[in-house]
T-cell receptor, first 111, second 112 residues
Framework: DAGVTQSPTHLIKTRGQHVTLRCSPI?????VSWYQQVLGQGPQFIFQ???????GRGNFPDRFSARQFPNYSSELNVNALLLGDSALYLC??????????FGPGTRLTVT | KQEVTQIPAALSVPEGENLVLNCSFT??????LQWFRQDPGKGLTSLLL?????REQTSGRLNASLDKSSGRSTLYIAASQPGDSATYLC???????????FGTGTRLQVFP
């Protein structure tokens, strides 16, 4: 079975631009969560979606938004990019209340 | 507010050694605890999941224990190998949420 997939793998953006990151969960998983991992730190929770509804939001500014589609895939959008948004963005999926499985991540570099 | 700490931050050992990685958390009201492995620049690979009602879990050379009352978990790696070199992260999950709170990890290097 395919694991969690994310696209793109890498991207480079300029300050002030907008970016969209995509995630496809493991088949059958209805919960998707997004995390930001800055170099040398543990991942920080951004959002969780379950059945297309937001279930949790971390301490991130309104420039960060997300949505989940009927097929349970998800997008993370970041507006007005700052240098500090450079990080590895991780997506995780799970069946409700069970173990979370992470994708390979998207490396975002903001210049 | 839940905080997760991992000690040591880095560890370098010769091949074959048995080693212990530590994870502590400040709020004992956790639903479960997961240990992950992360290779440089890559995503997270789940190693072991311990539910709050469990004391330990084992997978191959890995054994994780959980002491909720003292807010501690340990990951024991037996007979370490160079292929075990990676960063090991622990994360706790509270009730009624999928949110994981991570420690900053232990960077392990096993040399031949």
């Amino acid at each position: 079975d395919a694991g969690v997939t994310q696209s793109p793998t890498h991207l480079i953006k300029t300050r002030g631009q907008h970016v969209t990151l995509r995630c496809s969960p493991i088949s059958g998983h209805k919960s998707v969560s997004w995390y930001q991992q800055v170099l040398g730190q543990g991942p920080q929770f951004i959002f969780q979606y379950y059945e297309k509804e937001e279930r949790g939001r971390g301490n991130f500014p309104d420039r960060f938004s997300a949505r989940q589609f009927p097929n349970y895939s998800s997008e993370l959008n970041v507006n007005a990019l700052l240098l500090g948004d450079s990080a590895l963005y991780l997506c995780a999926s799970s069946e409700e209340t069970y173990e979370q499985y992470f994708g390979p991540g998207t490396r975002l570099t903001v210049t | 507010k839940q905080e997760v700490t991992q000690i040591p931050a880095a560890l370098s050992v010769p091949e074959g050694e048995n080693l212990v990685l530590n994870c502590s958390f400040t709020d004992s009201a956790i639903y479960n605890l997961q240990w992950f492995r992360q290779d440089p620049g890559k995503g997270l690979t789940s190693l072991l999941l311990i539910q709050s009602s469990q004391r330990e879990q084992t997978s191959g050379r890995l054994n994780a224990s959980l002491d909720k009352s003292s807010g501690r978990s340990t990951l024991y790696i037996a007979a370490s190998q160079p292929g075990d070199s990676a960063t090991y992260l622990c994360a706790v999950r509270g009730y009624n949420t999928d949110k994981l709170i991570f420690g900053t990890g232990t960077r392990l290097q096993v040399f031949p």
